[in-house]
Nanobody, 129 residues
Framework: QVQLVESGGGLVQPGGSLRLSCVASRNSARFDIMGWYRQLPGEQRELVASITRDSTMNYADSAKGRFIVSRDDDKNTVELEMNNLSPEDTAVYYC???????????????????????WGQGTQVTVSS
């Protein structure tokens, strides 16, 4: 079972920056996609940013222009650089990795319902003066 361990959360003032890091216990190249979600109390977990194995990135509108997601499969890591933080960014941030099941067709397609999801334990980010 692959484990994901986050680090880098904490307290930062508005306008400040933080870098979150997530290390996979095994070869992160296995993950078709990795990324970061966040969750506020009483709300659903929402995607912040993701990056595929071929480095295609996707960002939530709230993250565009401020956050940068990156992965290094040689180091088994995915990171999230967060800039110009605001109190609205306060949340627990979760590292995520997904392994898809692909069809044998050409081109291959993702088999619905057969995705394996992996989550970190979460790291608190608080933006406050």
């Amino acid at each position: 079972q692959v484990q994901l361990v986050e680090s880098g959360g904490g307290l930062v003032q508005p306008g400040g920056s933080l870098r979150l890091s997530c290390v996979a216990s095994r070869n992160s190249a296995r993950f078709d996609i990795m990324g970061w979600y966040r969750q506020l109390p009483g709300e659903q977990r929402e995607l912040v940013a993701s990056i595929t194995r071929d480095s295609t990135m996707n960002y939530a509108d709230s993250a565009k222009g401020r956050f940068i997601v990156s992965r290094d499969d040689d180091k088994n890591t995915v990171e999230l650089e967060m800039n110009n933080l605001s109190p609205e960014d306060t949340a627990v941030y979760y590292c995520h990795g997904a392994i898809f099941t692909w069809t044998a067709s050409n081109p291959p397609r993702i088999v619905p319902g057969r995705t394996r999801d992996f989550w970190g334990q979460g790291t608190q980010v608080t933006v406050s003066s």
